[in-house]
């Protein structure tokens, strides 16, 4: 499975981003997804993931943020509302099939990463 992230850019605070992640290969229905962030000087984070039908969200983007799955186009979807300068960061997509390496945030495989940058 090869991940693309895009959709990153700059923006000013309390503005909106959406993020996509464009996957290849047929078993994409079937995967654990999610996102996660690297912001500078700092370790990277979970953000947020689909596994199963659930959906998980780090408590600083609750509310704020969406993750959302198209099965159809193999893209997942990060929707930012509401953006902070807390939030610049770089942004990854990740998957597995197994649901623990995302829970562990060691996911078998990783997008390019994205840039966010929220300025105040």
């Known amino acids: 499975v090869q991940l693309q992230a895009f959709g990153g850019g700059l923006v000013q605070a309390g503005g909106s981003l959406r993020l996509s992640c464009a996957a290849s290969?047929?078993?994409?229905?079937?995967?654990?997804i999610g996102w996660f962030r690297q912001a500078p000087g700092k370790e990277r984070e979970f953000v947020s993931a689909?596994?199963?039908?659930?959906?998980y969200y780090t408590d600083s983007v609750k509310g704020r943020f969406t993750i959302s799955r198209d099965n159809a186009r193999n893209t997942m979807y990060l929707q930012m509302n509401s953006l902070k300068p807390e939030d610049t960061a770089v942004y990854y997509c990740?998957?597995?099939?197994?649901?623990?390496?995302?829970?562990?945030?060691?996911?078998?495989?990783w997008g390019q990463g994205t840039q966010v940058t929220v300025s105040s």
């Open positions: 290969g047929p078993t994409f229905s079937s995967l654990a």
């Open positions: 990740a998957a597995d099939k197994d649901p623990s390496g995302l829970q562990l945030g060691v996911p078998d495989y």
């Open positions: 689909i596994i199963w039908s659930s959906t």
